[in-house]
């Protein structure tokens, strides 16, 4: 995925937590689990407080002839503040963690529903593993932390505040240099959060691009296994992972850092205070009880702090990963809905025309794809899309689907250009069945019926049947119920593709685009289905990318692609008959089909083979 700019990259720099801001709506959504989660801490604080209250009332009134009873009373009020502190701390932990459990899952919703709004130019940029990741290790740091930091967070922070307020009042003299020193503290733990959250986000990065190359790999494992890359790629792996682990290295290292500079601060601070108050003792200037209860107040303000700086390390490490996942969260798609949308006409007709379209991809923006591009297909319409490879026959296909809008020019259906309309209604007007067919993990069934998802079983199976799979899915170990595996891995390729085919035929749209869609298919499934696709392209507006000569004869006119550009349009007959373009891809691809009068004719020579196949 590009990387994108971030504090530690330029520009102005952000607070050590200023990624965790876009959290801050997600938890308010339960403010009521909030409100019950500060009670408890409140009350938590207050118990632990109340402790050295009752130790110096014993120091200074318990050691006496008659202060049995007091060490009694006293002792019995510790039991039920330790009771409280038990109900409150449980109340507290629960509250605060499950808080953060939502919070977390709320957010990789958000994430994951934002992802399914991107336009495709933002994952030609993407790396599928990578996402991956941020939605799994990146969601998980912050769940660490979000749902047991903040928790100790607020409760040390509580803790702290009331120890403070509780040395102001026990002794204001000895507060004024536990106070100073405060600054001392706090400023070397916020200059140092800064380079603990950048290494973080070093570290996640490293994380995904190790988790992307091994989601790669394992995808293609029969590839990597054939070609003998086996050792090659685990090695590479075994680098990333290195690579990885340093940068998790050197994250934990800034803030092992970090939390020993503040205990040692802390610590010192403590020691210099109680050696102080000591003196006072001595020189009668406060009661040992007195000192006593500051010092147990001095000890929970600097543990408390100095918990704040370890759970201030974890904070800032799941600020990297928090970064990473808003950045997704903030991502708009470049296609999307114009405000307001113009409605497509009904009853649809189905015509599709280009008119004079310009068009580069972002990530060759140098090359022009589609270079004046200009035809129309009538309602009904077959047109078949050939020529050499890169010429822009699938880009027509991406641009009527509008996954990427045009540069110049525009793409009319039904007489309405496709920028100015919902996205989805446009899409909904559309069957698609792609070269290489996506089949998802689940059943047949399912699979089929994502062309229409509200369709009835008799429905899918009359689908399948017209799509020539009715046999080979019966014939599975559980039918139509069958688990197909990750991406139909059970399934051949002629399979997949027939399945892509039925979830066309069930969707049932007024245009349908075939990107090759035989080519998968040996010659007795081809038959089949192309008498099929016959009956379903019947009243459709088609558009058909293929090399195979009956799928090419059975156009009422074909295209013919060079560069971005029409160079030739008619049927098959008189394309032959120019002796042009598509004669020479004929005579490469459709050899053994044609007889010897349409060789004869011969073809214009050009510099170098060309094939059909896009």
Not at 204 to 230: I, K, N
Request: hydrophobic share 50%; net charge positive.
């Amino acid at each position: 995925m590009a990387r994108r700019k971030n504090a530690a990259a330029g520009g102005r720099p952000k607070a050590p937590l200023g990624a965790l801001k876009p959290l801050i709506p997600f938890a308010l959504r339960y403010r009521g689990r909030i409100l019950a989660g500060l009670v408890a801490l409140a009350c938590a604080s207050a118990s632990t407080l109340v402790v050295p209250i009752a130790l110096r009332r014993v120091i200074d009134h318990g050691f006496t002839a008659d202060g049995s009873e007091v060490i009694d009373a006293y002792f019995l009020a510790l039991l039920g503040v330790v009771v409280a502190f038990a109900l409150s701390s449980a109340a507290r932990v629960y509250t605060v963690v499950t808080l953060g459990e939502r919070v977390v899952a709320d957010l990789r919703s958000a994430v994951f529903a934002r992802l399914t709004t991107l336009d495709p130019a933002f994952f030609d940029r993407a790396q599928a593993g990578e996402i991956v990741s941020r939605l799994t290790a990146d969601a998980t740091q912050i769940k660490a932390a979000f749902g047991v930091s903040v928790s100790i967070l607020l409760r040390n922070l509580f803790l702290f505040i009331g120890a403070t307020a509780m040395m102001v009042v026990t002794s204001p003299r000895l507060s004024v240099l536990v106070l100073a020193a405060i600054p001392l503290i706090v400023f070397p733990l916020i200059v140092s959060g800064r380079g603990v959250r950048r290494r973080s986000r070093a570290a996640q990065d490293r994380l995904a691009d190790a988790s992307a190359y091994a989601a790669e790999a394992v995808g293609a494992v029969r590839t990597m296994q054939a070609f003998g890359r086996s050792a090659a790629t685990a090695e590479r792996f075994r680098a990333a992972s290195e690579e990885a682990y340093a940068a998790s290295r050197d994250s934990t290292r800034a803030r092992a850092l970090l939390t020993g500079v503040a205990i040692l601060l802390i610590s010192a601070s403590v020691v210099g205070v109680m050696w102080y108050g000591a003196q006072g003792v001595l020189s009668h200037a406060m009661t040992g009880g007195q000192l006593s209860q500051f010092v147990l107040y001095a000890v929970f303000g600097a543990g408390a702090l100095g918990q704040l700086s370890e759970v201030y390390g974890d904070l800032a490490m799941s600020a990297g990963a928090a970064e990473r996942l808003t950045e997704i969260l903030a991502a708009e798609p470049a296609i999307r809905a114009p405000s307001p949308a113009l409605p497509l006409p009904e009853p649809a007709r189905g015509a599709v025309a280009f008119e004079d379209v310009r068009f580069a991809y972002p990530t060759r923006p140098g090359y022009m794809a589609l270079d004046g591009l200009s035809f129309a297909a009538a309602p009904g319409e077959r047109i078949a899309v050939v020529g050499p490879s890169g010429a822009g026959k699938s880009t027509v296909l991406q641009l009527l689907l509008r996954f990427y809008d045009p540069q110049g020019g525009r793409v009319l259906v039904d007489g309405v250009d496709v920028a100015t309309v919902d996205p989805e209604a446009l899409r909904a007007r559309i069957a698609l069945v792609p070269q290489d067919p996506t089949v998802f993990s689940g059943s047949v069934l399912d699979n089929i019926r994502y062309g229409r998802p509200d369709a009835s079983e008799a429905d899918v199976r009359r689908a399948a049947e017209l799509a020539n799979a009715h046999g080979f899915v019966s014939a599975l170990p559980q039918g139509y119920a069958t688990q197909v595996g990750e991406r139909g891995v059970t399934l051949s390729g002629g399979q997949r593709q027939r399945i892509a085919i039925a979830r066309a035929i069930l969707k049932d749209a007024p245009i349908l685009l075939l990107d090759e869609a035989t080519s998968a298919l040996d010659a007795e499934s081809e038959r089949a289905v192309q008498a099929a696709l016959d009956t379903l392209m019947r009243g459709r507006t088609t558009l058909v990318i293929a090399h195979r000569l009956a799928t090419i004869r059975a156009a009422d006119r074909i295209l013919v692609l060079d560069d971005g550009r029409i160079v030739e349009t008619g049927t098959h007959e008189s394309l032959l008959a120019q002796g042009a373009l598509y004669a020479q891809l004929a005579n490469l691809q459709f050899t053994d089909a044609l007889d010897e009068t349409a060789r004869g004719k011969g073809a214009k020579a050009r510099p170098a083979p060309i094939t059909a196949a896009e």
